[in-house]
């Protein structure tokens, strides 16, 4: 079925492309990338370099970035993500192309996509999902679409997304398999099924043969940069046993720091999707109860798989995102002669919601178990008992659209500005003191500092800030070595006495023999905030209002020679 576009739909859908790309673009470059951006990222620039090195099983990331980085005669922060921030931000557009979704609830979608603070953080990573989230998408809906080439060209670029897809795919083969059993009981109790929701092709009109064709070589040509690189196809399938092996590595991130990570991002969404799915299985709609079945799958696959992290949740949020725009679009409409009441509701619950915020807020500023916190506590209870009476009586004494309508859209403003905020923060517009739960962990915290000493001291010494080698001994860190990229770099298990390098950089440790001819300096690298020893739940309250967060990390030492500086006595001796 071809449901008719409105006026200017496309003028919004540009709107929603530009706010995504902001958001996704400002200040790409500020937060120093961790050790598994650094990796792939350090690959790309070899190959830029004109080197073979081995691949991850990132080939889309590595292949399309070393072309950014061979553009530039090297590479940046900002350029290391910049390929994800693009994928990020053409993903609005895939309501376009997607036949389960009206134009008005489709709109609405690429505004959530826009916005969500989830997909602007794995936009802003380097080698993360959102590549396998935007070509699987765009694949579905040219599927959906009956346009072979296209369907096969970004089915291609989703294999070469890395380990990501397997899980997206994963999570669709169980969700159509689940929404097969439901078809077949509807039409066991000869209940109708709604064919519009139904996609326009049937698999044996589809033209297998070109898009299979078209795949492979898009595989071919995108897969090996024009034959290129020639290992970015068996980092492809390298992409297969790294999923396999995701079920087999534990993680120290428990099950309830992932719901609460929907609950604090995306509390808008998950409460209009909780309204949508209530409504969908009371009228049995064939629209949401599938996409409901897929948010189930991702959320259950992305709370069992061993390795969780909470940028698991990712294939959980387009489902989520399309049905909280199914009910929000099924709350548009205002008759004339409701407006007023209709408004009097928003008012009044997003002033409820106002005041239940600065309620929550003021905590931090009390002693815990004290008098004025347990009354806090319990008047931000009341103000939400009170918005429910609120609700129920305008229902009662008005109608139940005026109070469905009306506290619908009080919710979509008020948790729209607080999920608003949380978009800000996953940014890193706020800095590193204000960690954020999508982040990943172990964020450098002084490599520009690392950087520009290092910088510094060669300047000095040679008289090129680029010129003076370095020797990392013992740390095990990518980002280190992506830190200094622009300085030759060996990494050792342990330094050689008999060599007498530029610059040493080890662990935290007495090192007489670096001591006596070395000066050091002490740096914080690895930083990660301490969730899993943050029990309290005034230390969350804190967190959630604040963005305070203790956290821990790993020090490293900067040993530099001597006679570098200015003031050694090799240097003063007349």
Not at 290 to 306: D, E, G, H, N, Q
Not at 526 to 534: F, G, I, K, V
Request: charged share 15%; net charge neutral; aromatic share 12%.
């Amino acid at each position: 079925m071809t449901y008719q576009h409105f006026k200017r739909e496309g003028w919004l859908y540009a709107l929603a492309f530009l706010l995504a790309l902001g958001l996704r673009l400002i200040q790409l470059g500020g937060m120093p990338l961790t050790d598994a951006e650094a990796l792939p990222a350090l690959q790309a620039l070899h190959i830029a370099q004109g080197l073979k090195p081995a691949l991850s099983p990132h080939p889309f990331y590595i292949l399309s970035t070393s072309i950014f980085f061979f553009l530039y005669a090297g590479g940046t922060n900002f350029l290391a993500r910049l390929a994800p921030a693009l994928a990020g931000s053409v993903l609005v557009f895939a309501p376009l192309f997607l036949q389960r979704i009206k134009p008005r609830p489709g709109l609405i979608l690429a505004f959530f996509i826009a916005i969500d603070p989830g997909l602007i953080t794995l936009s802003r990573q380097a080698a993360s999902p959102i590549f396998a989230i935007t070509f699987l998408l765009f694949t579905w809906g040219f599927f959906s679409q009956n346009k072979p080439r296209l369907a096969g060209f970004f089915a291609a670029l989703a294999l070469l997304s890395g380990p990501s897809i397997w899980a997206g795919l994963l999570g669709l083969g169980i969700t159509w398999a689940l929404y097969q059993v439901f078809e077949l009981r509807l039409k066991s109790r000869n209940q109708p099924i709604d064919e519009s929701t139904e996609a326009n092709i049937q698999p044996e009109t589809f033209n297998f043969k070109l898009s299979t064709i078209s795949l492979a070589i898009t595989l071919l040509t995108a897969g090996t940069l024009f034959f290129a690189v020639p290992n970015g196809l068996s980092a492809t399938l390298a992409s297969i046993p790294a999923y396999i092996m995701s079920w087999q590595t534990p993680s120290d991130v428990p099950t309830g720091r992932l719901f609460l990570s929907l609950l604090i991002y995306q509390p808008l969404t998950l409460l209009l999707a909780l309204f949508a799915i209530i409504r969908g299985l009371r009228k049995g709609s064939p629209r949401i109860i599938p996409i409901s079945v897929w948010l189930l799958v991702s959320l259950l696959l992305a709370v069992f798989i061993p390795s969780r992290q909470v940028s698991d949740l990712a294939w959980a949020l387009i489902p989520l995102c399309g049905l909280a725009a199914l009910e929000l679009a099924h709350n548009i409409d205002i008759f004339p002669d409701e407006r007023s009441e209709i408004a009097g509701v928003i008012l009044l619950t997003a002033f409820i919601w106002a005041f239940s915020w600065l309620d929550l807020s003021k905590i931090n500023w009390v002693q815990a178990d004290s008098t004025e916190y347990y009354m806090r506590f319990w008047l931000l209870l009341g103000a939400l008992l009170l918005l429910v009476f609120s609700i129920m009586l305008v229902a009662s004494g008005w109608s139940i659209r005026t109070a469905r309508i009306g506290g619908v859209w009080g919710l979509t403003i008020v948790l729209g500005v607080f999920g608003f905020s949380g978009a800000l923060g996953s940014t890193g517009l706020r800095g590193l003191s204000f960690p954020e739960l999508w982040w990943s962990p172990n964020i450098p915290a002084q490599a520009e500092l690392l950087r520009s000493t290092v910088n510094d001291l060669s300047e000095w010494s040679q008289g090129d800030d680029n010129a003076a080698p370095v020797v990392i001994a013992g740390v095990n860190s990518s980002a280190l070595e992506w830190t200094l990229r622009e300085h030759p770099v060996t990494v050792v298990e342990s330094l050689d006495i008999s060599s007498s390098p530029d610059f040493v950089i080890t662990p935290l440790q007495d090192d007489p023999t670096l001591a006596s001819s070395y000066r050091g300096q002490d740096f914080t690298w690895r930083q990660s905030p301490l969730w899993n020893d943050t029990l309290s739940s005034q230390s969350w309250v804190r967190w959630v209002t604040l963005r305070d967060m203790p956290q821990s990390g790993e020090t490293i030492i900067l040993w530099a020679r001597d006679d570098l500086f200015l003031d050694s006595a090799s240097n003063t001796a007349p």
